[in-house]
């Protein structure tokens, strides 16, 4: 029997919590039967600041296998990941959105793609029910990047996949990386695949996407593209590059010393000084490499992100509890 987690990034979602949690809970308790055991629902309270939090531990009291996780502040949803990750337990882990546009009926066809033999499952929102100023830039993202990467996924953004645990022995989340796991996962010789979704409109609260993610994310994607592609062999991205400028540099150099040859002055020639400084900085671009070379050698393990944290709650049972509150009267007396 396969055991399952599933982590829910949450912000400012309060009316949400409730409802998500009794869909899931229906759909291991009908569906998946006896094939899949649900170890724990992780809720990442990601320093909302409606009552997200106390809808959470209204459920935690209710049902044993959620547990919550509140944040200092807000870090974002690749950090708010990576702590529900780090506290999850099940051998599979499912990753999805808090605001019911989601819709929990997926995960058995997640788990039956992952038994085709993929690590990492990816959701595609092929029909979405979102405003076309979300959609649209979504649309071009996610054609660039598969188009950059060579990963053919059709929805980076989809907050819907699963995973196998071993994934996250290789695979860092920081910044925010987090929809460009399916990417990193590829680089390192992992199975990715991709299913279509079922996609709700939303019934509560706003929508977190805005430009400004946009432009993130295409700034990530030039992170990602770094790492994938050279972060073993750092020397060949600034080598390379410091090779092509400072060619043409030397090129401008030719050219100029021919000219130089025919008679011409070029001392006071703008296109010297450019030359030049191509050359010096093509020698810069070679150092660099060189550098980063020696780095990579080095432990790249960042600190722990559990500074975070704030407060962890899980379900205490009633007997348990009534034998807390008992000794913490006694200790008052």
């Given at each position: 029997m396969k055991s399952v987690s599933i982590v829910i990034p949450v912000k400012e979602e309060r009316e949400t919590i409730v409802p998500l949690v009794q869909a899931i809970d229906s759909v291991f308790q009908s569906t998946l039967g006896g094939s899949a055991h649900l170890n724990e629902v992780i809720f990442v309270d990601d320093g909302s600041r409606d009552q997200t939090w106390a809808a959470i531990e209204k459920v935690?009291?209710?049902?044993?296998?959620?547990?919550?996780?509140?944040?200092r502040r807000n870090?974002?949803?690749?950090?708010?990941?990576?702590?529900?990750?780090?506290?999850?337990?099940g051998e599979i882990v499912i990753t999805m959105d808090g605001d019911l546009q989601d819709d929990p009926n997926e995960i058995p066809r997640f788990l039956d793609a992952l038994e085709e033999g993929f690590?990492?499952?990816?959701g595609w929102k092929i029909v979405r029910h979102d405003p076309l100023g979300k959609t649209?830039?979504?649309?071009?993202?996610?054609?660039?990047?598969?188009?950059?990467?060579?990963?053919?996924?059709h929805d980076f953004n989809c907050g819907f996949k699963a995973y196998r645990r071993n994934i996250f022995d290789s695979v860092r989340i920081y910044g925010e990386l987090h929809r460009?796991?399916?990417?990193?996962?590829?680089?390192?010789?992992?199975?990715?695949?991709?299913?279509?979704?079922?996609?709700h409109p939303r019934r509560f609260g706003q929508s977190k996407y805005g430009l400004?993610?946009?432009?993130?994310?295409?700034?990530?994607?030039?992170?990602?593209?770094?790492?994938?592609?050279?972060?073993?062999?750092?020397?060949?991205?600034?080598?390379?590059l410091g090779v092509a400028v400072g060619a043409m540099g030397g090129l401008m150099l030719l050219y100029l010393t021919a000219v130089w040859f025919h008679g011409q002055a070029i001392g006071g020639r703008p296109l010297l000084i450019i030359s030049a400084l191509l050359l010096i900085v093509g020698v810069q671009f070679v150092l660099f490499g060189m550098i980063a070379e020696l780095l990579v050698s080095?432990?790249?393990?960042?600190?722990?992100?559990?500074?975070?944290?704030?407060?962890?709650?899980?379900?205490?049972?009633?007997?348990v509890r009534k034998k807390r509150k008992q000794s913490a009267t006694d200790k008052s007396n």
């Open positions: 935690i009291e209710e049902y044993p296998f959620v547990l919550g996780v509140r944040l870090f974002g949803k690749a950090i708010a990941l990576q702590e529900g990750i780090q506290l999850s337990t690590d990492l499952v990816s649209l830039p979504s649309k071009i993202f996610n054609k660039v990047t598969a188009l950059v990467t060579g990963v053919k996924i460009f796991i399916p990417t990193i996962a590829h680089s390192m010789g992992f199975r990715v695949g991709e299913i279509t979704v079922n996609h400004n993610r946009l432009l993130k994310g295409f700034l990530d994607l030039l992170t990602v593209v770094t790492i994938t592609k050279y972060s073993y062999r750092p020397g060949h991205l600034f080598g390379g080095l432990n790249r393990d960042g600190p722990s992100n559990s500074a975070v944290i704030v407060e962890i709650r899980r379900h205490v049972l009633p007997a």
